[in-house]
């Protein structure tokens, strides 16, 4: 989580210790009256309570500053060429604008919805999404506004959100060399690699052709996907001084996309697609060496780890072309999960 700025941590400092200088103004002078009263004998009893209360005030305080104050959020999507990253975080944020989520509210900046809109554009004209060009490093940026579970004595201030500024880096899958050793781009960083090493969140995104051997095979094969990944989170525990014995506080959403493809070939009114998709994903990492292995190797580095599957167009059928109307099924859970285990929200 990104840590507030020195004015933001002063800030709260600040508003936390006038609270704590004004209950012990309030204490002393209730020790006073006490002393001058035939209650006396219990100002022990007393001074305790005061300062269990000043202390508790004091720290709610802290907290609903902290989580009224803005800062930034930085999920890097990271995959091989082809996997479908940009088709992800276009349909991600086309979903989050028009379907309404209970636990938090989304704002896209223009510039990112421009993007977006112009990739939806294309799809309804038949055009699928034109690969990112390499060494560059496209932003898609968002306000977001979400509470905070209420715990202890925030549940005496129910009212403001946290709010934040949610940022998804998507490069051309190529860059992923930069978090390779020995590999040429290697030695070659770009602001994608500092992106990818310091962010709040990473998205590792592998396609579900490569892992089930189903429909068109576009990808390098699977192993060569989960050794890059692998080599990413080995890489940005290395960028963050992370020993064995420690965890990336980060958390690492491990991202199936184009689940879509193979599993529905005929429409069924009474099957849950997210459902299916989720219990298939859960199946594959189970099942499959690959994917059983890139698991471990998260869970042992990393403090928060989970694999979703996704599809960010829906069913297709039998047509190789994208439909005029996408239907993603799960894309906003890797988000959800994220600022739910991370940012604690409702």
């Known amino acids: 989580m990104s840590r507030p700025s020195p004015q933001q941590t002063s800030r709260g400092a600040a508003i936390s210790a006038a609270v704590v200088a004004a209950g012990a103004l309030g204490a002393s002078v209730g020790v006073g009256l006490l002393f001058s009263s035939s209650l006396h004998k219990y100002w022990p009893i007393f001074v305790a309570v005061a300062g269990a209360l000043i202390s508790a005030v004091g720290a709610a305080t802290a907290r609903l500053v902290k989580i009224t104050i803005p800062h930034r959020i930085r999920v890097a999507i990271i995959g091989s060429p082809g996997v479908g990253k940009t088709m992800y975080v276009t349909s991600l944020f086309d979903r989050l604008q028009t379907v309404p989520e209970p636990s938090f509210r989304f704002s896209p900046s223009s510039e990112t919805l421009g993007r977006v809109f112009d990739a939806l554009n294309g799809l309804r004209r038949g055009e699928w999404i034109q690969r990112t060009a390499r060494d560059y490093l496209y932003l898609y940026s968002a306000k977001i506004s979400l509470m905070a579970p209420p715990q202890a004595l925030l549940r005496l201030f129910p009212g403001r959100p946290a709010e934040y500024e949610l940022e998804f880096a998507d490069a051309a899958g190529e860059q992923i060399g930069e978090m390779v050793p020995g590999s040429v781009q290697w030695q070659a960083k770009t602001s994608y690699f500092s992106y990818a090493t310091d962010s709040e969140a990473l998205f590792l995104v592998i396609d579900f052709p490569a892992a089930t051997g189903i429909g068109p095979q576009i990808t390098p094969p699977l192993s060569e996907q989960v050794n890059d990944l692998i080599f990413v989170l080995q890489t940005v525990c290395e960028a963050r001084d992370i020993g064995p014995s420690q965890l990336l506080e980060s ?31 859960s199946q594959l990492f189970n099942d499959n060496e690959d994917l059983s292995r890139l698991m471990a190797v998260a869970r042992s580095r990393c ?9 960010s167009l829906g069913p297709l059928g039998a047509s190789d072309k994208p439909p005029q109307r996408i239907s993603p099924i799960n894309v906003t859970q890797p988000l959800e999960w994220m600022l739910r285990v991370r940012y604690r929200m409702r």
């Open 303 to 311: 403090r928060w780890v989970a694999s979703f599957g996704v599809s």
């Open 251 to 281: 958390p690492v959403a491990i991202i199936l996309t184009k689940c879509d493809i193979g599993l529905f070939p005929d429409p069924d009114p009474d099957r849950n697609d997210g459902e299916f998709i989720n219990h298939v994903t």
